[in-house]
C-alpha cells in the first residue's frame, strides 16, 4: 500500500467532531514530523506549515480536519473507530492529500513560489476559515493566492470541475418562533393557535417561486405541549441560501412582509431571526483563467451547498474545485465512501499549480 492510502486508511478511522480533531492533529504532527518538517498553528487547533522557498509569491492549499456525526454503515476493513462518527465528506482524503504534498515539498530546495499548507479544524459548522482568519493568517504569511479541493461524488473520477465565480451559495440560517395563547381545546376559541399560524406561515413562505439565485426551506418545526390543547409556541428552523447577496437581503425583506400578514391574521407574534453563516464561495476569474491554462477543467452548475473556504476568499484570491468520486452515494451519508484512485490525481492538481 502506498503512503497516501496508509495516511487515508489511518485517517479515515478517527473521525472528530469540529474543534475537538486532537487525534488527528497528533496524528498529523506525527506525519509532518517524520518528513523533518516542524508545523506550526495560529490557533492550538490548526496545523500550518510553510515552506519559504525566498519568492515574493506565497500560495496556500487549505484541506478541513473535522468528521461527521454519523454511524458509519460501509464494509471497509478500516471504518471508523469512533462510535457515532465517520469521515463522510472526504475530509480524511484531503488531508492524506496534503500529506503528500508535504512530503514532495520537504524533498525539493528550490519551487516557483512559497507554499504554506493548511490543515484546517471545524470546516462543517463552526467555520475554522474565519477563526484563521481573525487569527491574521494572510497577513503572517503574505498569502497571494489560495485552493482548495474537495471531491465530489457522482463527478468522474481524474476530472476536475469548477467554474469562474459564484460556485457554491451563502447560507443563512433561518429561525421562527410564533407566539400565541394556550387554551384547552374546549375553549379553543379564547386561544391564539401558534401551530395554526406557523402552519399558515409555512405555506405562505413556501409559496414563493423557485429561484436559480436563492433556495429557502424549512425542515424543522414543533408546537404545543399537549395533543388536546391551543399550541402557545411554534418554532419552525430553516435556511436560506443564495448566489447575490442583493437578493438575498430582498427575500428577506419579503419574509418580513409575510410575517406582518400573519401577525395581523392569527394575532399571534412572530420572531424571525436570520442568522448568516457562510458567505458565498466565489471563484477569482483571473485564478480561473490562468490555471485553466494547465488543467482541462469541466464546467459545472453552481449550488445551494456550503463551505467556509468563503471566508479565505473575502480577501484572497481563491479558486475552489471540485474532484470526481466515482462512487454514487452522496456526502454526508453512512455509507459514503471516498474513491483512492482520486489521491495521486488531487496530490498531482496541487504539485502542477508550483509548474
Not at 33 to 50: A, C, E, F, G
Not at 94 to 119: P, R, T
Not at 259 to 271: L, P, R, S, T, Y
Request: aromatic residues 10%.
Amino acid at each position: 500500500m502506498n503512503r497516501l492510502c496508509q495516511w487515508y486508511h489511518d485517517l479515515h478511522q478517527i473521525p472528530e467532531a469540529s474543534m475537538q480533531e486532537d487525534k488527528t492533529r497528533c496524528y498529523l504532527i506525527q506525519a509532518l514530523r517524520k518528513m523533518n518538517l516542524m508545523p506550526i498553528s495560529l490557533t492550538q487547533k490548526d496545523i500550518l506549515v510553510y515552506f519559504d522557498f525566498h519568492q515574493d509569491k506565497t500560495i496556500a492549499f487549505r484541506c478541513e480536519m473535522d468528521g461527521l456525526q454519523i454511524q458509519e454503515e460501509t464494509t471497509l476493513n478500516y471504518k471508523s473507530m469512533h462510535s457515532g462518527w465517520m469521515h463522510a465528506c472526504g475530509h480524511d482524503g484531503h488531508m492524506a492529500i496534503l500529506l503528500g504534498v508535504a512530503d514532495q515539498l520537504s524533498k525539493q530546495e528550490h519551487a516557483s513560489c512559497n507554499v504554506l499548507l493548511i490543515f484546517q479544524m471545524a470546516e462543517e459548522n463552526i467555520g475554522g476559515a474565519k477563526l484563521l482568519m481573525e487569527a491574521g493568517i494572510k497577513s503572517r504569511f503574505s498569502i497571494d493566492e489560495i485552493y482548495a479541493l474537495h471531491n465530489f461524488p457522482r463527478l468522474k473520477s481524474g476530472c476536475f470541475y469548477t467554474r469562474p465565480g459564484p460556485i457554491f451559495s451563502s447560507s443563512h440560517e433561518i429561525n421562527l418562533c410564533i407566539l400565541g395563547q394556550g387554551a384547552h381545546v374546549s375553549k379553543r376559541h379564547l386561544g391564539k393557535d401558534s401551530l395554526k399560524a406557523a402552519c399558515d406561515l409555512y405555506w405562505q413562505l413556501s409559496q414563493e417561486i423557485p429561484s436559480t439565485k436563492t433556495c429557502l426551506h424549512f425542515g424543522k418545526m414543533k408546537a404545543g405541549t399537549i395533543r388536546n390543547g391551543v399550541a402557545d409556541k411554534a418554532e419552525i428552523e430553516g435556511t436560506l441560501r443564495g448566489f447575490d447577496e442583493q437578493v438575498v437581503e430582498q427575500q428577506l425583506k419579503d419574509m418580513h412582509c409575510h410575517i406582518e400578514d400573519m401577525i395581523v391574521k392569527h394575532g399571534v407574534k412572530i420572531q424571525m431571526q436570520a442568522i448568516p453563516l457562510y458567505p458565498c464561495v466565489i471563484n477569482d476569474v483571473s485564478l480561473y483563467q490562468k490555471v485553466s491554462k494547465k488543467i482541462p477543467f469541466q464546467p459545472i452548475e453552481k449550488m445551494f451547498l456550503c463551505d467556509d473556504f468563503a471566508w479565505y476568499q473575502q480577501s484572497i484570491p481563491g479558486l475552489y474545485v471540485l474532484m470526481g468520486n466515482d462512487h454514487h452515494v452522496p456526502l454526508h451519508a453512512s455509507t459514503y465512501q471516498f474513491d483512492e484512485k482520486t489521491l495521486q490525481q488531487g496530490l498531482n492538481f496541487y504539485l502542477s499549480l508550483l509548474e
